[in-house]
Every structure is written in structure tokens, then in C-alpha cells.
């Protein structure tokens, strides 16, 4: 987390003031990012929160993608009030956070918000209140984020404390994953990074991209870092095959894990859920 703190009265302060936390513990925050854009992020996002939802954990998705959201589509939601209204102090976060389909809650941002899709003082300062004020209600909050590299999506990671980077096999997305990596051990000194490879066309394929990226990690990135820096390790959460299913279920604006809980993507997911709830 970042240690920054809040010094000065922001629009909205009176609207937070309202949501007290109810337990000392605090979530786990988890970035999930990518470095190339359609790469299956709010898919994962949503569909591993409602996996982890039916493993008893309270959690939260806070659709972190201000400028281009979607989160509210793929769960066919059509909030009345969003983040926006957060911002400007119209709502309280009380009445922004709403049930989803699977279990989990969202903060939804609203489609189309481009006014926050640059890093402002009051979008740094709102992001992180909301943030500090939401962690201590749930047991894990996942930030659907942006991709790229945007100084928002950055800050948005900064928040969390363990990163979750989205790519698939092809050598566009890989790149760009790569880059997302540099930057997140280079300017956030992150030493251990999530890795999901989605669309996989084979078993055991998400291993071998692990290993591809660790490697020009270990070559160009290991140098970049001080020399008493630890390594940085790319720890493979799993992979997401690529599966029909999946659009199926967007089209259908379902969850995976509601409309078709044995097929192999939603399978895969649960995968994912078991292995976040153990490592
Ligand atoms: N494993 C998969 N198999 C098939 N299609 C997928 C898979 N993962 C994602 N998709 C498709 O890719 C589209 C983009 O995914 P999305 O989660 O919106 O990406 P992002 O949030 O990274 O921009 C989805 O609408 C879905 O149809
Ligand atoms: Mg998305």
C-alpha cells in the first residue's frame, strides 16, 4: 500500500465519513492488470470473484478501469448510482457498492467515464480514501484495472498489495505483459508478480510462458534494479484455456461460473481460486 495519506478535505469526504469500517481485519487488495487491452481481465475479475465468494470470502470488485469500464455489462448491471457520484460527494459509498450475480459486490465506475481516466490529484486522493475505507468490510478486494500503462493504472496498482498480470500466449499481449512487469518492479519495486495466462490452446502452456517472460526478466530487468534488490519472481497463478464458453456467457451477460460451471474455463478459474486461497 501506499503510505501517502490525505491532508486536505476532498469533494465526497462527508459521503465517505458515512462507511465505518465493521471489523479490524483488512482485505487482501489485488491488482489485475494487463499490458494489451481484451486480454480476459473483467472476465477474470468477475468469474474469480465468484469463485472465491462461493469459498466464503466477502469480496469486493472495484472496477478500476476509469476511462473504459465494463464490469457492469459482463454482469449485466445497471447502477443508478456509480464511483462518479463517489467522487463528487452525490452518494455514498454505502449506496454505490452493489450484490452481483455469484455472490461478491461491486463498485462500479460507470461506462465512459474519461474524466478520470487521468491522474488527478482528487481522482488519487478519492481512489485511495475509498480504497482504505472499503479494505477493513472485506476479505479480498480485486481492482479490475486498465491496461497499459497509464499513470492511472499504475497509481490504481499501487494500492493493492499483490499484482495480478493478465496475458495470453501472443507475442503482442507478451510484450506488453513484459513491459507492465518492468515497470511494476522498476518504479514500485514489486519483487513478486501473479501471472495468468488466458486463452492457453494447451495444457501446460502457461508454464512455458511463465518461463519465457521470467527469463527476459531475469536479462533486462534484474540489471535495472539495485544490486541488493531481490530477484523479481513471476509466480504462475494458472491458465485459462481458450474456450467458446466464455463469449457465450459475455453475450449472455452471465457469469462463466453461473451459466456453465463445468465447462473448462470455469474450471480453470476455480483452479485459480484454490491456489489464491493457498498461496
Ligand atoms: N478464456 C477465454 N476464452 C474465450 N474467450 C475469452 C477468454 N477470456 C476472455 N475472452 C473474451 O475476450 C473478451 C475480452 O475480455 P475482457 O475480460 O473484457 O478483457 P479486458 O478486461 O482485459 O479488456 C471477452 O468478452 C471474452 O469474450
Ligand atoms: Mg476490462
Request: glycine share 8%.
Amino acid at each position: 500500500m501506499s503510505g501517502d495519506s490525505i491532508t486536505t478535505p476532498v469533494p465526497g469526504d462527508s459521503a465517505l465519513a458515512t462507511a465505518a469500517p465493521t471489523t479490524k481485519r483488512r482485505a487482501r487488495i489485488m491488482a489485475v492488470t494487463s499490458g494489451k487491452g481484451g486480454v480476459g481481465k473483467t472476465f477474470i475479475s468477475a468469474n474469480l470473484a465468484a469463485a472465491l465468494a462461493r469459498r466464503g470470502e466477502r469480496v469486493l470488485v472495484l472496477d478500476a478501469d476509469l476511462g473504459l469500464a465494463n464490469l457492469d455489462v459482463v454482469l449485466n448491471l445497471h447502477p443508478k448510482i456509480t464511483l462518479h457520484d463517489v467522487f463528487t460527494g452525490k452518494a455514498t459509498l454505502g449506496e454505490a457498492i452493489l450484490p452481483a450475480p455469484g455472490g461478491f459486490e461491486v463498485l462500479l465506475a460507470g461506462s465512459g467515464l474519461v474524466e478520470y481516466s487521468r491522474l488527478t490529484a482528487e481522482v488519487r486522493d478519492q481512489l485511495l480514501k475509498i480504497i482504505e475505507t472499503v479494505a477493513p468490510r472485506y476479505d479480498r478486494i480485486l481492482l479490475d484495472t486498465g491496461a497499459g500503462i497509464s499513470d492511472v493504472v499504475l497509481y490504481a496498482v499501487s494500492l493493492a498489495d499483490e499484482v495480478l498480470v493478465v496475458t495470453t500466449p501472443e507475442p503482442t499481449s507478451m510484450t506488453d505483459a513484459y513491459a507492465t512487469i518492468k515497470l511494476l518492479a522498476t518504479q514500485q519495486q514489486r519483487t513478486a508478480i501473479r501471472l495468468v495466462v488466458n486463452h492457453v490452446g494447451r495444457p501446460g502452456e502457461g508454464r512455458a510462458i511463465r518461463g519465457q517472460l521470467q527469463l527476459v526478466v531475469d536479462r533486462f530487468v534484474a540489471p535495472m534494479l539495485a544490486p541488493d534488490a531481490p530477484a523479481l519472481k513471476l509466480d504462475l497463478l494458472g491458465e485459462i484455456p481458450l474456450d467458446p464458453s466464455v463469449r457465450e456467457a459475455v453475450q449472455r451477460r452471465r457469469l462463466l461460473m453461473e451459466l456453465l460451471p463445468g465447462c473448462a474455463a470455469a474450471l480453470a478459474v476455480n483452479a485459480l481460486a484454490d491456489r489464491l486461497m493457498t498461496a
